[in-house]
């Protein structure tokens, strides 16, 4: 009796955790989840192997998003804007009480370069919102300030940006200049309407062939527990092994058994569907045939292989 009320009591508690994360929500939280989400399934559509941390403590201000790969980290700080026309002015970066204060990035970078000193770093701000017309100029189109920006070979109102920045993140020169170059401008980003339905409609419906919306709530579910309770790496193994799952559970199996003595192999569909798979890019491949030609039984085989 006493083993099922510690039971209950902790169902309780982490029921109680997520309720009041629930309850309180901001919408920017939720942005958040589902730009991590949405990383996730993109990497998983490329095979790219990661592993994502979701409110990473161990990354100071940029503990939103951490992906960590063999080669580089990518760390994100997420903003959600309600009103997706309010642009960023240099002074959302060199204000102290800012949520965007440009030393909680150079503190970040600082600490995150000594425990990653391996690996390429990369600072993204991922956002709904736009830079203002003073900022844009000094960005390039990849969404990183320009060469001649972070060289300091810029004159005039641009360099005196420039020197508001250093002096706001307290680096010397060589640290600022060498922070500049990895930090990357990811703005004018889905809002979150729009997100939730590129999401569904483009990555799981379109590139995965999973229409089913309870797919979409169950991965929202998963994600939303890693950022609340788990604080271990989100991986593509596990959303492999996830995916697998609703697979068997959401789609009817189109499998038959084949007797490999009597199998006779056809080339032509084997070849043409191998060139189809390597140009593919997004969209479907449709096999027709009168029926009994063998269309299924061929399909069972070249899977398998």
Request: aromatic fraction near 10%; include cysteine; charged fraction near 30%.
């Amino acid at each position: 009796m006493k083993k099922l009320l510690k039971i209950q009591e902790k169902v309780a508690r982490v029921v109680s955790e997520k309720s009041k994360r629930g309850s309180s929500r901001r919408k920017g939280d939720e942005y958040q989840d589902l730009a991590a989400l949405r990383l996730a399934l993109e990497l998983y559509i490329r095979h790219q192997e990661y592993r994502l941390f979701i409110n990473y403590k161990k990354a100071g201000s940029l503990d939103d998003i951490v992906m960590d790969f063999n080669d580089r980290v990518d760390a994100y700080q997420v903003k959600y804007a309600v009103n997706p026309n309010k642009v960023y002015t240099l002074d959302d970066f060199t204000y102290l009480k800012s949520k965007v204060h440009f030393k909680k990035f150079s503190d970040s970078w600082l600490f995150l370069k000594q425990q990653y000193s391996s690996k390429k770093l990369t600072l993204h701000l991922f956002t709904n919102r736009t830079l203002d017309a003073e900022l844009s100029r000094l960005i390039t189109a990849e969404g990183y300030f320009s060469k001649q920006f972070v060289e300091g070979r810029k004159r005039k109102r641009p360099r005196e940006i420039r020197q508001e920045l250093q002096t706001t993140t307290q680096l010397d020169d060589a640290d600022f200049r060498e922070f500049l170059s990895c930090f990357h401008f990811q703005t004018g980003q889905h809002g979150l309407a729009d997100l939730i339905q590129y999401i569904q409609g483009d990555l799981l419906d379109h590139q995965l062939g999973l229409s089913d919306r309870s797919i979409y709530r169950l991965l929202k579910e998963t994600i939303e527990d890693f950022a609340i309770n788990r604080h271990d790496a989100f991986t593509l193994q596990l959303l492999d092994e996830l995916l697998t799952g609703i697979q068997r559970r959401h789609l009817l199996p189109q499998r038959f058994e084949v007797d490999k003595a009597s199998y006779v192999e056809r080339d032509e569909l084997r070849s043409k569907l191998s060139v189809a798979l390597e140009n593919i890019d997004g969209n479907y491949i449709v096999i027709t045939g009168l029926p009994g030609i063998g269309k299924s039984t061929s399909l069972t085989v070249y899977c398998d292989e």
